[in-house]
């Protein structure tokens, strides 16, 4: 008699993958970092050197030397509106002592200002890098923020558009915290990297809702499509 013989074949599963994680959320510091406010020093020290060494017979042009201080002027600008104001209120800018016929003249000290220049351009970009993407608002980046609505409305009484931005409870505390030290003061609003505005702080922001105007229904559209391609976003 033949025995029966139940063969049980284990057939080897492979488990779905796990989905790939979040990215992390972008982040630039909450403070400006003590090399940057040490750059910022250097570039200040050295056009005032070169200030200190225009003389009527100089051959450095007021056109230059006013393009160096332009070039300053911007990006002290980008840094305020990321970081606000006092950051740069206090700079530790050395003392002239600059002997100017030693040092070359104020033609090769303004050389040297266009190197400090360029140095701190490449340091502010490489910090800010984050935000050419999504949307941000001072250090504080609207993307990956959990639940955000967006919604563009219409002043009945003036005709004017405004954006309204409103995050989830735990993204106000923080947009509170952010603005109750700027007060008095502007923070940037940038969206891919351009700044689209720079609304003034009158009060500390509390329930989590920015109410954004003044630019164009074209400025406020990209923020608001920006803000829709974000993570977790509800249109």
């Known amino acids: 008699?033949?025995?029966?013989?139940?063969?049980?074949?284990?057939?080897?599963?492979?488990?779905?993958?796990?989905?790939?994680?979040?990215?992390?959320?972008?982040?630039?510091?909450?403070?400006?970092?003590?090399?940057?406010?040490?750059?910022?020093?250097?570039?200040?020290?050295?056009?005032?050197?070169?200030?200190?060494?225009?003389?009527?017979g100089s051959v450095i042009t007021p056109q230059r030397l006013a393009a160096l201080d332009h070039r300053l002027m911007t990006l002290r600008r980008e840094a305020n509106g990321v970081w606000g104001p006092e950051?740069?209120?206090?700079?530790?800018?050395?003392?002239?002592?600059?002997?100017?016929?030693?040092?070359?003249?104020?033609?090769?000290?303004?050389?040297?200002?266009?190197?400090?220049?360029?140095?701190?351009?490449?340091?502010?970009?490489?910090?800010?890098?984050?935000?050419?993407?999504g949307v941000w608002f001072g250090t504080m980046p609207l993307c990956g923020a959990g639940r955000v609505r967006s919604n563009l409305m219409v002043d009945l009484y003036s005709a004017d558009e405004f954006l309204i931005i409103t995050l989830d409870p735990a993204k106000a505390a923080e947009l509170a915290q952010l603005t109750s030290g700027q007060v008095g003061h502007a923070l940037a609003l940038r969206a891919a990297g351009r700044v689209i505005t720079e609304p003034l702080i009158s009060r500390p922001i509390v329930g989590g809702q920015l109410q954004i105007g003044g630019p164009e229904r074209s400025d406020l559209q990209q923020v608001q499509s920006a803000l829709k391609n974000c993570p977790k976003i509800v249109p």
């Not at 992390?24 to 050295?46: H, I, R, Y």
Request: include cysteine; proline fraction near 12%.
């Open 1 to 56: 008699m033949f025995g029966h013989f139940l063969a049980i074949l284990a057939v080897q599963t492979t488990p779905p993958a796990a989905p790939p994680p979040a990215p992390p959320v972008p982040s630039v510091p909450a403070a400006m970092p003590a090399d940057m406010l040490a750059a910022f020093a250097d570039a200040e020290t050295a056009l005032a050197a070169v200030s200190g060494c225009v003389s009527s």
């Open 87 to 133: 950051a740069l209120s206090m700079l530790p800018v050395a003392a002239l002592t600059t002997d100017c016929e030693r040092s070359g003249g104020a033609a090769a000290l303004a050389s040297a200002a266009e190197l400090h220049l360029t140095a701190l351009t490449a340091k502010l970009g490489n910090l800010l890098a984050p935000m050419r993407s």
